[in-house]
T-cell receptor
Framework: GQQLNQSPQSMFIQEGEDVSMNCTSSSIFNTWLWYKQDPGEGPVLLIALYKAGELTSNGRLTAQFGITRKDSFLNISASIPSDVGIYFCAGQINAGGTSYGKLTFGQGTILTVHP | DAGVTQSPTHLIKTRGQQVTLRCSPKSGHDTVSWYQQALGQGPQFIFQYYEEEERQRGNFPDRFSGHQFPNYSSELNVNALLLGDSALYLC????????????FGEGSRLTVL
């Protein structure tokens, strides 16, 4: 089945540093989404990408949809302590096929920010 | 505008028991999906409901079943609980069953002893 490889698995950074994480797949996705999950809570949507090559920003977050539609990356600039959490990429097929709406998630990147 | 709400937030069951989890979607959403998230893992798709029907199903046994009501709320039922069913069960809603942005609830933490 489809799998997403997310890296790195964990990151330990100093406050103010920039962060980059990525996600690759053996399959093509039509939509890439990035979520953040805090302990004991559900994932919160950060950014949604709908077109190959698309670069989208949300405050200090920037994400790109890879040209091959098999990868995506997320950058966080000038990290702050509240950026701590687990970041998940998720791919979705929503044009043709039989997997409408289903999300396939990566394993997550655990981000720790030292003040 | 209420987001996705789930109940209960925590529950403990023993092996062989049955459990029902409930979800109310975000206002204006008509599609509900359920995901299972084991500790340290990303969420895994269980199934999706739209127009009160199961539209898609992930790789989960028939012990996992669901229902969607006319008001779009949904239930997840798990029968004959196993220790391995211990997980965070997440409900997600969207406004288009074909895809787009999914919004998640805070989850129901199930512990099977």
């Amino acid at each position: 089945g489809q799998q997403l490889n997310q890296s790195p698995q964990s990151m330990f950074i100093q406050e103010g540093e920039d962060v980059s994480m990525n996600c690759t797949s053996s399959s093509i996705f039509n939509t890439w989404l990035w979520y953040k999950q805090d302990p004991g809570e559900g994932p919160v949507l950060l950014i949604a990408l709908y077109k190959a090559g698309e670069l989208t920003s949300n405050g200090r977050l920037t994400a790109q949809f890879g040209i091959t539609r098999k990868d995506s990356f997320l950058n966080i600039s000038a990290s702050i302590p509240s950026d701590v959490g687990i970041y998940f990429c998720a791919g979705q097929i929503n044009a043709g096929g039989t997997s409408y709406g289903k999300l396939t998630f990566g394993q997550g990147t655990i981000l720790t920010v030292h003040p | 505008d209420a987001g996705v709400t789930q109940s209960p937030t925590h529950l403990i069951k023993t092996r062989g028991q049955q459990v029902t989890l409930r979800c109310s979607p975000k206002s204006g959403h008509d599609t509900v999906s359920w995901y299972q998230q084991a500790l340290g893992q990303g969420p895994q798709f269980i199934f999706q409901y739209y127009e009160e029907e199961e539209r898609q199903r992930g790789n989960f046994p028939d012990r996992f079943s669901g229902h969607q009501f006319p008001n779009y709320s949904s239930e997840l039922n798990v029968n004959a609980l196993l220790l391995g069913d211990s997980a965070l069960y997440l409900c997600a809603s969207s406004g288009d069953w074909r895809g787009g942005e999914l919004f998640f609830g805070e989850g129901s933490r199930l512990t099977v002893l």
